[in-house]
């Protein structure tokens, strides 16, 4: 339901503010940490600066860091900056008009999950998401390897290779 813009928006959001004590995290190291490519990563980034979310530094002690504090950033603010905010108004269907009066097969169960989406998604901080990644090791990327960096002592299934 979120582009690929905007969960790779979240996940690098969420790892600097986990890294928040370096003032500026570079963009190198954020792509490389979360294979993500740079190119792409940039973009995006770019339209968190743009949003106010992020502030940019050039040079070489450079890179990206958080535009305000992270309790002061929410989920809300991070999908409306990339996707816009249409997952918390729109027709799931995406049938224009839909509504009480005109309701699609969906309506009726997907404006409450919309709703309760929309409450969480405004509560969850990113102040939240950077401590959860911090404290719990959870994961920001599908890589085996960063797995296995917390779990040494896993092995890839089948013999496959990691």
Same mark, same amino acid.
């Given at each position: 339901? &979120?582009?690929? @813009?905007?969960?790779?928006?979240?996940?690098?959001?969420?790892?600097?503010a986990a890294n928040a004590s370096q003032e500026f995290v570079p963009i190198?190291?954020? !792509?490389?940490?979360?294979?993500?490519?740079?190119?792409?990563?940039?973009?995006?980034?770019?339209?968190?600066?743009? #949003?106010? &979310?992020?502030? @940019?530094? %050039?040079?070489?002690?450079?890179?990206? +860091?958080? +535009?305000? =504090? !992270?309790?002061?950033?929410?989920?809300?603010?991070?999908?409306? /900056?990339?996707?816009?905010? @249409?997952?918390?108004?729109?027709?799931?269907?995406?049938?224009?008009?839909?509504?009480? !009066?005109?309701?699609?097969? !969906?309506?009726?169960?997907?404006?409450?999950? %919309?709703?309760?989406? *929309?409450?969480? +998604?405004?509560?969850? *901080?990113?102040?939240?998401? /950077?401590?959860?990644?911090? #404290?719990?090791?959870? %994961?920001?990327?599908? #890589?085996?390897?960063? +797995?296995? %960096? &917390?779990? =040494?002592?896993?092995? =890839?299934?089948?013999? /496959?290779q990691a």
């Amino acid at each position: 339901m &979120l582009s690929k @813009s905007c969960i790779y928006g979240i996940q690098a959001t969420i790892y600097v503010a986990a890294n928040a004590s370096q003032e500026f995290v570079p963009i190198s190291q954020i !792509a490389s940490e979360l294979k993500i490519s740079f190119h792409f990563l940039t973009k995006v980034l770019q339209q968190l600066t743009q #949003e106010g &979310l992020m502030n @940019s530094y %050039r040079g070489p002690k450079g890179g990206v +860091a958080l +535009a305000k =504090p !992270a309790t002061e950033i929410t989920l809300y603010d991070l999908i409306g /900056a990339i996707d816009g905010t @249409s997952i918390f108004t729109e027709c799931m269907l995406g049938l224009p008009g839909c509504g009480i !009066a005109e309701p699609c097969p !969906a309506h009726e169960h997907w404006t409450k999950i %919309r709703n309760e989406l *929309t409450v969480i +998604a405004r509560r969850l *901080t990113l102040e939240t998401m /950077a401590k959860k990644a911090g #404290e719990l090791n959870v %994961r920001l990327t599908d #890589e085996f390897r960063y +797995a296995q %960096r &917390l779990f =040494p002592s896993i092995k =890839p299934i089948n013999g /496959a290779q990691a």
